[in-house]
């Protein structure tokens, strides 16, 4: 059994860097099913999502070579176009095959994904998109089937901004015949950092980052050399541990424009952030001011930042409002920090959060997100914090014990 220990930590400082995106790597790499040729993408983070993806391309028939954040691939002998179910089900990602593979071979099976339990994400969004670029979409016990002889563009309207379903339809679309308008698509940096992959290998996509994008078909995609964003959401994580705990860190690799909503939030209860080019400064006191925050999509405040706000504002004076609406059941982490003496009052998707004396307790990491707020708890407490389930931390963070240990973090791994 592997978990975090966790003990009270005075004092954060000196220099952390954050490592690429998990949440562009994964659509990048498997964008490059849809280039001819090789491709090598550098600032890949050595994480479980990332490693199960590069199982499931490699039983495609992809040859893939992963070594210091650096991936070679060549996915000119791919012969299969189902995915290893097993692998699929590890994570919610192992969707963007679909797209992928229907657009360079007009044909994709995958069992429907798993992944965070964080609420209902169907993937209706994706099927109705794969739908109208002329798709023959089945679904059948939990698997999706695709086949099309040629794929034509389409206007395809998104209810919902869904990052899922514009990368899926966007790798779809790319070679399809004609043009793609995508409408009321979803804006993350992610997005646009996959459109510009995708650009530089040959296609044609113009609007990535704004709600209407265009994409024109191309005949054939190229595999070319790329190095992805950095992981805002890794970075933001430290920036709120600094502002819990106390300290003065520069966290290195960051894109400012990324973090500017959870920036603009930790002014406000009184944080100092000194911006730079490619890094920010954070200094705290711990004498924490309360503020209120809404999540929504981009670029407004980041569900996935949403849980380790919420242990900050367990050190905030007054109480303070959380709403969260991108998912339902995102406050799976409440319990576990009401266990360490949280004041946190939850109705339906709001959440009111008091100032409390957190001390440490055995806690479980219930996703992710909720794994790094408990990382934080846990610095912030009194006496030591155990966190179980750690393998959701270990799908999105690359050694982040041994990052925060860099910076003064009283925190070890134990394998028993």
Do not use: W
């Not at 099913?33 to 890949?44: C, D, F, H, P």
């Not at 899926?168 to 790319?174: F, R, S, T, W």
């Not at 944080?271 to 924490?288: A, F, M, P, W, Y």
């Not at 339906?348 to 307790?361: F, P, T």
Request: with cysteine; glycine share 10%; aromatic share 4%.
């Amino acid at each position: 059994m592997r978990k975090l220990v966790v003990k009270t930590t005075d004092y954060l400082e000196g220099n952390i860097s954050v490592s690429g995106a998990k949440n562009a790597a994964l659509p990048i790499i498997t964008a490059a099913l849809l280039g001819e040729g090789s491709s090598k993408l550098s600032g890949i983070p050595d994480l479980k999502d990332v490693n199960n993806l590069v199982s499931i391309l490699s039983n495609l028939g992809a040859e893939i070579n992963f070594t210091d954040s650096e991936l070679e691939l060549n996915t000119d002998e791919i012969n299969k176009y189902s995915t290893e179910s097993d692998l699929a089900r590890k994570m919610r990602a192992s969707y963007y095959t679909l797209g992928a593979l229907l657009g360079r071979y007009g044909q994709a099976c995958t069992v429907l994904p798993g992944g965070c339990e964080i609420g209902n994400r169907p993937i209706d969004l994706h099927l109705k998109g794969f739908s109208a670029l002329g798709a023959e979409v089945k679904l059948d016990h939990g698997v999706v089937k695709l086949e099309a002889d040629r794929l034509k563009g389409a206007n395809i309207y998104l209810d919902y901004p869904s990052v899922g379903a514009t990368i899926n339809i966007m790798l779809a679309a790319v070679m399809a015949d004609g043009e793609t308008v995508i409408e009321n698509a979803a804006r993350e940096p992610e997005i646009i950092d996959l459109a510009n992959y995708l650009n530089i290998m040959g296609a044609e996509i113009t609007g990535a980052g704004t709600d209407i994008i265009k994409i024109t078909g191309v005949n054939k995609l190229i595999g070319k050399d790329y190095t992805i964003i950095p992981d805002r959401i890794e970075a933001g994580t430290y920036m709120m541990a600094v502002a819990a705990v106390g300290g003065d860190v520069v966290i290195e690799n960051v894109l400012v424009e990324h973090v500017r909503p959870l920036i603009a939030k930790l002014k406000e209860m009184g944080v100092e952030i000194i911006e730079d080019i490619n890094q920010v400064r954070v200094k705290s006191n711990q004498g924490l001011k309360g503020t209120d925050i809404k999540t929504m999509p981009y670029p407004g405040f980041p569900t996935d930042m949403q849980a380790q706000f919420m242990t900050l504002l367990t050190q905030a004076s007054s109480e303070n409002l959380v709403i969260e609406t991108v998912f339902e059941r995102r406050f799976g982490h409440v319990d576990e920090l009401r266990r360490m003496g949280a004041k946190i009052k939850v109705d339906g998707r709001s959440a009111v959060v008091a100032q409390a004396n957190l001390e440490g307790a055995q806690v479980e990491a219930t996703d992710l997100r909720a794994g790094a707020a408990l990382i934080i708890a846990g610095l912030a407490a009194k006496g030591q914090t155990e966190i179980q389930n750690i393998y959701h931390i270990e799908r999105g963070y690359e050694d982040i014990t041994d990052k925060l240990k860099g910076i003064g973090a009283n925190i070890e791994l134990v394998v028993e």
